[in-house]
Nanobody, 127 residues
């Protein structure tokens, strides 16, 4: 049974930092990612990392402010979020796939490239 368990969300002032964690279990993964969603909006890609290589990907809106990393021994992926802005406010979801064929940018940066999802963690940035 695949499980993705996120933690680390919370309330922070603009300019502050948070670190999200996602513990993944239940299968061998090829890629893990983070998405976010505001009520009434589409789920938006934030960042992704390949499990066996050092490939990382970022949305333009977070590039230079967010850093994704992983700890293979702990089966955990992290999202370090610095210089947070009010527009970063959303529910953040961890996503994962074990598929090694859907590896082009379309699948990396959209929900179609992921098979498993966490329950989400709220991030609120106050101005």
């Amino acid at each position: 049974q695949v499980q993705l368990v996120e933690s680390g969300g919370g309330l922070v002032q603009a300019g502050g930092s948070l670190r999200l964690s996602c513990v993944a279990s239940g299968r061998t993964f090829s890629r893990l990612g983070w998405f976010r969603q505001d009520p009434g909006k589409e789920r938006e890609f934030v960042s992704a990392i390949n499990w066996s290589s050092f490939g990382t990907y970022y949305a333009d809106s977070v590039k230079g402010r967010f850093t994704i990393s992983r700890d293979n021994a702990k089966n955990t992926v992290y999202l370090q979020m610095d210089s947070l802005k009010p527009e970063d406010t959303a529910v953040y979801y961890c996503a994962a796939t074990g598929n090694t064929y859907r590896s082009d940018r379309f699948y990396i940066t959209t929900k179609y490239g992921y098979d498993n999802w966490g329950q989400g963690t709220q991030v609120t940035v106050s101005s």
